[in-house]
Nanobody, 113 residues
Framework: QVQLVESGGGLVQAGGSLRLSCTTS????????MAWYRQAPGKQRDVVAI???????HYVDAVKGRFTISRDIGKKMVYLQMNSLRPEDTAVYYC???????WGQGTQVTVSS
């Protein structure tokens, strides 16, 4: 079955950096575009970054130039390097495929001002 395990979150001051990791199993990783999503308190879960099978990436405007998504096909892992963090980046972060229905527990990112 599909398993997604996110890690690397934490509490950081504004301007700081974090690197999130996502370990996957049960999916055909090499043939799937992968994405990072986030859900802030009281808000819906939204995509923030996508990487396709050709390593092409897409970012929402709010994180463009600050976040970098990458993947390691051999390890079946996805990463999100987050720099210049802002309080509005505070959320639970999840990884998944584009249409995936099984979610992991996410990892909490809290940015203090």
């Amino acid at each position: 079955q599909v398993q997604l395990v996110e890690s690397g979150g934490g509490l950081v001051q504004a301007g700081g950096s974090l690197r999130l990791s996502c370990t996957t199993s049960g999916i055909d990783f090499g043939s799937k575009a992968m994405a990072w999503y986030r859900q802030a308190p009281g808000k819906q879960r939204d995509v923030v970054a996508i990487i396709n099978t050709e390593e092409h990436t897409h970012y929402v405007d709010a994180v463009k130039g600050r976040f970098t998504i990458s993947r390691d096909i051999g390890k079946k892992m996805v990463y999100l390097q987050m720099n210049s963090l802002r309080p509005e980046d505070t959320a639970v972060y999840y990884c998944n495929t584009i249409m995936g229905k099984t979610w992991g527990q996410g990892t909490q990112v809290t940015v203090s001002s």
